[in-house]
């Protein structure tokens, strides 16, 4: 499975942005897919995750309530809706796969796109 990151941008706090995850390959529908971010100096830490087909999800306490993750099979594609951004949002963003089952852990993930930087100003 191959993942291409986009949606990124700079935003000011409070603000919203889209973030999004195609994938393409061998039967990406059979993919969890997950968003994981790093900021600079800091390790990787999970995000937000959505199973293969969209009926579980799970996110990071610092986030609930503001993001949401959705997935839209038919376009193999995973979407990250942030809200009510904060400056701690600001680091690159990555998707991940893996079987059926997400998983919060990222040593548990085959497969990862390229970052997308999200920059939140404040």
């Known amino acids: 499975v191959q993942l291409q990151a986009s949606g990124g941008g700079l935003v000011q706090a409070g603000g919203s942005l889209r973030l999004s995850c195609a994938a393409s390959?061998?039967?990406?529908?059979?993919?969890?897919i997950s968003w994981f971010r790093q900021a600079p100096g800091k390790e990787r830490e999970f995000v937000a995750a959505i199973n293969w087909n969209g009926r579980s999800t799970d996110y990071a306490d610092s986030v609930k309530g503001r993001f949401i993750i959705s997935r839209v099979n038919a376009k193999n594609t995973v979407y990250l809706q942030m809200n009510s951004l904060k400056s701690e949002d600001t680091a690159a963003y990555y998707c991940?796969?893996?079987?059926?089952?997400?998983?919060?852990?990222?040593?548990?993930?085959?497969?990862w796109g390229q970052g997308t930087q999200v920059t939140v100003s404040s």
């Open positions: 991940a796969a893996r079987p059926w089952i997400w998983e919060t852990e990222d040593d548990q993930y085959l497969y």
């Open positions: 390959g061998r039967t990406p529908g059979n993919y969890a």
